[in-house]
C-alpha cells in the first residue's frame, strides 16, 4: 500500500483527491458524507455576500452517447448566510479532523472586505483559503471572480489582501479566460500566494434548442453566457498546470482542477505539477462513491511502479513539457498496421487518403483484403492510429533516423549563420 | 513525382555538391523553399530545395560542414 498522503503547502490531506467548490461541497451535510465515502479534503462552496440563483441552471454536452462530455453552469456563489455555513464548517472539522477543509472566498476587490471574511472563516478552524477569482458569469458582472482575476495587478493586490490577515495557507484560483494563465499566476505569487490552483470553468454556451430557438439552459427564455467543465475541459486545464509547473516564477505548489474523473487523470495532473486534485463534474454525474476506485487505482498504479509516496510522482513530467522550437525535427514514427486483428471497416484508408499523406495502401493477398503503410511517405501524424476503433491494430513505430536529432531554434540559429 | 521521389532527388543533389568538393555559402528561405548557394574557386550555383525532408536533410549537412 503506497502513502496517498499529501502535504499541499502546509494543509495536510489523507489523500490527494479533494473535492472543488461547487454544489458538491454546499453543505456540512454533504461535505460529511463525502468525507465519509473517502475525499480527503473538500474546498467548501464559495462564501460571500449571499447570492441569489436562477432556475434552471445546468445543462451537459452529450458527444455520440457518451453523456456529460462537458458540462455547463449558470451557478453562483453560495446562497447560504454566512453564518450557516460557519457553523457547518465547524461542526464538519470537528467530527473530521484529519481532513482538509479549504474555504472558498469571493468579495469585492476592498482590503477591508477581505479581511472581514479571512478572519472570519479562519476562526473556525478552516485549514486554508482559496481565493475565487475565476467564476466567470453573474459574480464577474459585479467586479468579482473572473473579473478580477483577469487583471493581474488586481490578483496580486486581492491576494496580498488576504495574505494580510491569513494565519493558513492562500490558494488563489484562477481563471482560465485569459490568454497566458502564467501571468496571473505569477500576479498571485507576487501577492503572496501559498498555492495557486486552476482553471475555473470556461466561459460557454452549451446549446441552442433547434425547436424553440431557445438557449440551453434558458432562464425563461433567455440565456446567458456559463462556465463549462467535465471532461471535455481536460486537456486545456492539464496544459494550464503544466505552463505554470515549468514557469520558474510560479515556484508555489498547483491544485490541479479540470475534467478529473479517476485516478488516470489525477496521476496526470500531479506528472505534470499538480500536489493534489479537486473534482466537481464527475462527483456530479456519478456521485461521492467514485473515490473508492481513484483511491484504489492510484494505489495500484504506484505499487506497481515501486513509488512509495503519491508525492514522489509530483512533476515528474514537467521537464519533459518543452517548446516547440525545443523537439528534435529528425525524430520519426511511422504507422504499421497489424492486418490480424484489423477489421477492414477502412477508416484509417479514409482519413489518411482525405485528410493527411495518402500513403495508406489497400490490395488483395490470397482474396483477404489487406492494409499497408508506405512508410517513406507517412510523416507519422497519428491520425489513422486515433481514429482506428480496434486496440492494437495501427502501432505508431520509430524508425531511427538517418541525420543527427536537430530543433527548429537550432537549424534557425544555424541557418541565420550563412544569411548574407 | 511524389514528394518522397522529389526529396530523395534533392537530397541527391546536395549529396552532390559536397561531394564535388563546393561549400556552402549562403542560405535563404522564402515562400518559394529554401534556396542555397554553393561555391567551389570561382564556380557558384544555387540549388532550390522545396520538399520538407530535404530541408532537414539539408540543415544536417550543413551542420556537417560547420563542424569539419
Ligand atoms: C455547478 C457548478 C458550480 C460551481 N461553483 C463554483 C464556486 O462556487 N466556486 C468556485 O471556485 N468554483 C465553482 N465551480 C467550478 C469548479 O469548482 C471547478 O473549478 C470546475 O467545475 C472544473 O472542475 P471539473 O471539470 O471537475 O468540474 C462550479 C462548477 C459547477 C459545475
Ligand atoms: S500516421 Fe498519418 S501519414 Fe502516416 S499513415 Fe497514418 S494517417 Fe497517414
Ligand atoms: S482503422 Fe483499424 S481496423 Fe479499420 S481498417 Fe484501419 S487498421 Fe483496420
Redesign the interface.
Known sequence: MADLRIDFAGIKSPNPYWLASAPPTNSGYQVQRAFEAGWGGAVWKTLGEPILNVSSRFAAVSFNGQRVAGFNNIELITDRPLEVNLQEILETKKRFPNHAIIASLMVEPQQEKWHEIVKKVEAVGVDGLELNFGCPHGMAERGMGAASGQVPDLVEKQTHWAKEVARTPVIVKLTPNITDITMTAEAAVRGGADAVSMINTINSLAGVDLDSWNTVPHVAGKGAHGGYCGPAVKPIALNMVAECARNPFVNVPISGIGGISNWQDAAEFMLMGATGVQVCTAAMHHGFSIVEDMIDGLNNYLDEKGIASVMDLVGKSVQRYSNWGDLDLNYKVVAEINNDVCINCNKCHIACEDTSHQCIDMYTESGRPMLKVREQDCVGCNLCSIVCPVDGAISMVERMSTIAPMTWNERQSLISSFDR | M???LLSMDEMRQVDDYLERGFK??????NLSGMFVEFGRQEEEVCLQILTADAR??F??K??EQ?QL
Not at chain 2, 556552402?24 to 528561405?29: L, S
Open positions: 511524389s514528394d518522397h556552402v555559402h549562403y542560405v535563404y528561405e532537414k536533410y540543415a544536417a550543413l551542420q560547420t
